[in-house]
């Protein structure tokens, strides 16, 4: 598996192994695209499986977040390992995104965010 999107209710959970594929990015991006016109515009991003990002998973991760935000929902981060942790410090998107510790967190983000 490089990536898969699953359904929770009507959240849409994004998985991957990895994001350091730049062709892959386009593919993500598209079916991205293809969630939110069909309504679907509350992502928890995964990242449980994966150890290290690099500027295309960054890049990538920033696009999920801006379509979705853009489109009225919003993406939360999951399972991020150290080294993602450190480098969104580094990069200042600690404050961007709204990372969690793990999936049930994440869907509690949204159960509560409906309030």
């Given at each position: 598996?490089?990536?898969?999107f699953?359904?929770?209710n ?7 192994d990895n994001?350091?594929n ?5 593919s993500?991006?598209d079916?991205?695209n293809?969630?939110i ?6 992502f928890?991003?995964?990242?449980s499986?994966i150890a290290y990002?690099n500027?295309?998973g ?9 379509r979705?935000r853009s489109?009225g ?5 999951c399972g991020?390992?150290?080294?993602t ?5 580094v ?9 969690v510790n793990n999936?049930e967190?994440?869907v509690e983000?949204?159960?509560?965010s409906?309030?």
């Amino acid at each position: 598996m490089a990536y898969l999107f699953s359904n929770l209710n009507d959240i849409k959970i994004f998985s991957a192994d990895n994001l350091w594929n730049p062709e892959e990015q386009k593919s993500i991006t598209d079916a991205v695209n293809a969630c939110i016109l069909e309504g679907k515009v509350k992502f928890i991003i995964d990242l449980s499986k994966i150890a290290y990002i690099n500027s295309i998973g960054l890049s990538t991760l920033i696009s999920i977040l801006t379509r979705v935000r853009s489109a009225g929902g919003d993406a939360v981060l999951c399972g991020i390992s150290e080294n993602t942790k450190q480098l969104l410090l580094v990069t200042r998107l600690h404050n961007t995104f709204t990372v969690v510790n793990n999936m049930e967190e994440a869907v509690e983000f949204f159960q509560l965010s409906k309030a």
